[in-house]
């Protein structure tokens, strides 16, 4: 059952949908049960050319930080929620696609092949591909990290910086707010201080200027006193 023409943007192109299923179905028919659930959903994602899919590996922090699962433990992806099941879809896609990618000219024709003559997945990678099952998953998921470990990196780390951006700018704001109300304040205090200093100064002198004593006058000359004389000294002959 398919999505109709209403169905929201995260039904997908029905078409696309629609080859999926159908790849599904060709598989089954073709190989019976022997195909894994990773491979399963990685073949139809592969032939319905859901490339799309590799969006979810390009933004993926656990690729840098966490080593990829294997093979085997890539079917319980599909049961551990939307989030998780997308992971899945996008690594059992990658990991089928790197297989075909063993063989440009024949690409899966001949593991099919040898699969569904020997009843083993093991034993067709080795006769197709000339390597172990445990060799090409080693091989698969250092491919993988290389090719999108440094782009999840960067597209998580370009995040963190919006991220952080966000959350420091209004602390910087409210510090930048904290910091002129502190300088204001520490202007006003400096008037203020400043005014109580000369009011204080004015205070002194208007104080030193009233309780100055005076200086009687008693009919003397001082500068005749300092040259010799006084004013009341008659003339020597």
Do not use: C
Not at 54 to 78: C, G, K, M, Q, W
Not at 96 to 110: F, K, M, Q, W, Y
Not at 180 to 189: K, S, T, V
């Amino acid at each position: 059952m398919l999505h109709g023409r209403d169905a929201g943007g995260r039904a997908g192109d029905p078409l696309v949908t629609l080859r999926h299923e159908l790849a599904h179905l060709a598989l089954h028919e073709t190989m019976g049960d022997l195909p894994p659930r990773w491979f399963d959903e990685g073949y139809a994602s592969y032939a319905a050319g859901e490339w799309g899919r590799d969006e979810i590996l390009e933004t993926s922090y656990a690729l840098v930080l966490r080593r990829l699962p294997s093979l085997d433990s890539l079917d319980t992806y599909f049961d551990g929620g939307e989030d998780r099941a997308g992971k899945g879809y996008a690594l059992a896609q990658r990991a089928v696609s790197e297989l075909a990618a063993l063989d440009e000219r024949r690409g899966l024709a001949l593991f099919f092949q040898y699969w569904k003559e020997t009843g083993s997945m093991d034993k067709a990678v080795r006769t197709a591909y000339g390597l172990t099952l445990a060799d090409f998953d080693l091989r698969w998921r250092e491919r993988t990290r290389r090719r999108y470990g440094a782009l999840a990196f960067t597209a998580d780390f370009a995040l963190l910086g919006v991220l952080g951006g966000l959350t420091l700018v209004p602390l910087w704001l409210v510090r930048r707010r904290r910091d002129r109300q502190r300088l204001a304040a520490m202007r006003a205090a400096d008037e203020v201080s400043e005014r109580l200093a000369r009011e204080s100064m004015l205070a002194e002198l208007l104080a030193e200027t009233t309780d100055a004593p005076e200086v009687p006058n008693d009919g003397r000359d001082p500068e005749r006193e300092r040259a010799g004389g006084t004013s009341n000294d008659a003339p020597t002959a």
